[in-house]
């Protein structure tokens, strides 16, 4: 279960995905996911859906990778379509059963609202399959640059996020590692109530918080050996550069933009 979450992850490959500056990317993925929330009828879900595919086989990606990411979420994005599916209100009443009522309306809200988050969650692998660590820490340092003269620190901020996000599939590697030892010694994660299984819980979280802050401290011993100084002053082995293609992939991200909010106000309702 552990080994088929993917976020974090970094896909390497030499697509026109991923040689786009990372500042595209960020830019990119925020201007599609408010065009995923714009989106109200079935045309819109669709074109959506076939932007997604195009721009995982633009990145070469294998498809399952990148749906693969909709796992971790799997349970939330099923309780989401249930809770529309029967607490939705509505007029037109498909079936009904005691105090149990499924109505059309609340069916179509739960599998809109079921689609946006798997689209949601693609868009966001795709950013980070196709982005290194280092160069997706420069990308959001630079973004968050203009923020500093109001005294937010950009480069800490760039570099939590990185490094939290770097560290995800270590950690559920380290946690897979734990399960495993503790399942040989005789422990049992899947019996007994609530409150059992939260305790059985204990000799997992204990080894992986030691884990974590035993690899966190050596992470900043290594960054203190190697004289590791960010923000002002600090050279960069690449420079981030706007090439066309950035231009190119902001004027595709514009188009579906428009094109979503041309569907939502423009054409009216389809379903």
Not at 3 to 28: A, E, M
């Given at each position: 279960?552990?080994?088929?979450?993917?976020?974090?992850?970094?896909?390497?490959?030499?697509?026109?995905?991923?040689?786009?500056?990372?500042?595209?990317?960020?830019?990119?993925t925020?201007?599609?996911?408010?065009?995923?929330?714009l989106a109200q009828s079935a045309v819109a879900?669709?074109?959506?859906?076939?932007?997604?595919?195009?721009?995982?086989?633009?990145?070469?990606?294998?498809f399952?990778?990148?749906?693969?990411?909709?796992?971790?979420?799997?349970?939330?994005?099923?309780?989401?379509?249930?809770?529309?599916?029967?607490?939705?209100?509505?007029?037109q009443i498909l079936y009904q059963w005691?105090?149990?009522?499924?109505?059309?309306?609340?069916?179509?809200?739960?599998?809109?609202?079921?689609?946006?988050?798997?689209?949601?969650?693609?868009?966001?692998?795709?950013?980070?399959?196709?982005?290194?660590p280092i160069v997706l820490t420069d990308g959001i340092e630079s973004l968050l640059r203009p923020f500093k003269r109001i005294g937010v620190p950009a480069h800490e901020l760039a570099m939590m996020m990185t490094i939290a996000l770097r560290f995800i599939p270590t950690l559920l590697e380290e946690t897979d590692r734990i399960i495993k030892a503790q399942t040989a010694r005789g422990a049992d994660f899947s019996s007994g109530n609530l409150l059992q299984r939260a305790r059985n819980m204990l000799p997992i979280l204990i080894p992986l918080f030691i884990s974590a802050f035993r690899r966190a401290d050596d992470l900043a011993i290594a960054m203190e050996a190697r004289c590791y100084?960010?923000?002002?002053?600090?050279?960069?082995?690449?420079c981030l550069r706007?090439?066309?293609?950035?231009?190119?992939?902001?004027?595709?991200?514009?188009?579906?933009?428009?094109l979503l909010a041309f569907l939502r106000w423009g054409a009216g309702r389809i379903v």
């Open positions: 279960m552990l080994g088929n979450i993917t976020l974090g992850q970094y896909y390497p490959g030499n697509s026109f995905v991923h040689k786009l500056d990372p500042r595209t990317k960020i830019l990119v925020l201007l599609l996911i408010t065009a995923i929330f879900y669709a074109a959506l859906c076939g932007m997604v595919l195009f721009i995982v086989a633009l990145a070469r990606l294998p399952l990778l990148v749906l693969k990411s909709v796992k971790p979420l799997l349970f939330i994005i099923l309780l989401t379509l249930a809770m529309h599916i029967f607490l939705g209100q509505g007029e005691k105090f149990i009522r499924v109505t059309e309306e609340g069916l179509q809200m739960g599998v809109k609202m079921s689609m946006r988050l798997i689209l949601l969650l693609m868009l966001s692998s795709i950013l980070t399959f196709t982005t290194s100084k960010g923000g002002e002053g600090r050279t960069r082995m690449h706007y090439s066309a293609n950035d231009g190119a992939a902001f004027a595709f991200a514009f188009v579906m933009l428009a």
